[in-house]
């Protein structure tokens, strides 16, 4: 596992989207998992629920209001 890659999906999360660091870091670990090496866009489509388009296709992601790493990201 690229802790390299992690850190840079983790900080274009942060800085692309309004979802907290906890939950940022999460998403960007199973990003990482499946092979993902650059978030194209990310695309709110309703409170807490994104569309990460990706190198390696699209993923959701479902968040929570508050700050914990319990948040959902599942290969379209």
């Known amino acids: 596992m690229s802790n390299q890659t992690q850190n840079k999906l983790f900080h274009y999360i942060i800085s692309n989207s309004e979802i907290d660091d906890i939950q940022s870091r999460f998403i960007s670990y199973?990003?990482?998992?499946?092979?993902?090496?650059?978030i194209l866009k990310i695309e709110m489509i309703k409170e807490h629920n994104f569309t990460f388009h990706t190198d390696n296709g699209s993923f959701?992601?479902?968040?929570?209001?508050?700050?914990?790493?319990?948040?959902?990201?599942?290969?379209?």
Do not use: G, M
């Open 30 to 38: 199973k990003l990482e998992l499946n092979k993902v090496k650059n």
């Open 60 to 76: 959701k992601v479902a968040t929570v209001n508050i700050p914990l790493p319990i948040s959902s990201v599942v290969r379209n």
